[in-house]
């Protein structure tokens, strides 16, 4: 018996929040009196399976090939479901990253086990495993226990703190064989089009700045002012749905529920009047700081911090003393 998780790859790199799951993960092995097992797949797992030992993984497997240079969900699952009975895995964790609740599912279903999607607690009681999900819109909080003897989670980003690397690991690292080849694989890749362009990634920021349907007046310039005080921040640019529809900034950039579920630590929300699909994506933020100048609008009764004014003078003011106090200035 073990409790395995998958440490995602992209470009090569680790996803930042498998390590969180991982941390939690240590934790909750301990309390299950079991193994901590992680599990990396990719063309290249050297330096990640190094870093899962450093993190508190009794024993990475890997599962190393040309046919895992990208995620495809066959190949994908088929090394999953090696690694879950090589460690004679009974909980299994991934990040729920678009890839992670994907693959979760299907092997969760494949296996017939319990699946608790997008979890943003996890704890054992009674040695038993215990999820926590939130539903309607962020709230209602509900547990999840299971009855399946394997149980398979995948966790929230941001949910749990990241955990600290050891200076010396003694994890054992096993390479696992592929029992796979490209004929037994349905989807092809044909071509690969990036346009992140080295953005922080929402989900994992710990700072967003978010512009609403209060940049009307002149789109472009707000938006602009919003990713100002975001780069000086060190942060990600967000939006509402209200600004993406209207065509003032890329959906990749949408936080809500038909976008992405955020949990920074600060939330700046810049123009946005705090409709209840906005609110679910991001109300799990730490520190809330709204600005409109509607003084009722919605967004108040979440913020921690409210600003009534307009945000093309409020967020320039913003990046001039953040600039000041961050020792920024020319």
Known sequence: MSLLVWIEQAQGSAVPSCWEVLGQGRKLADALKTPLVALVMGEETEATAAAAAQ?????????????????????????????????DATVILTSATQ??????????????????????????????LVATRSIYSNNILVDVTFTTPRQFASVRPRSFPMPEAADAASAEIRELPLSLDEEQIPEKILEVAQTDGGEISLTDARIIVSGGRGVAADPARGFQLVAELAQVLGGAVGASRAAVDAGYIPYKHQVGQTGKTVRPDLYIAAGISGAIQHLAGMGGSKIIVAINKDPDAPIFSRAHYGIVGDLFEVLPALTAEFKKRLGQQK
């Open 99 to 128: 890839n992670g609740r994907e693959l979760c599912a299907a092997v969760a279903c494949e296996l017939d086990a319990g699946l608790a999607p997008d979890v943003v607690d996890l704890r054992v009681e009674e040695g038993q």
């Open 55 to 87: 993190y508190g993984a009794d024993t990475v497997l890997t599962l190393t090939s040309p046919l895992l240079a990208r995620y495809r969900l066959t190949a994908y699952a088929a090394g999953l479901r090696q690694a879950i009975q090589e460690a």
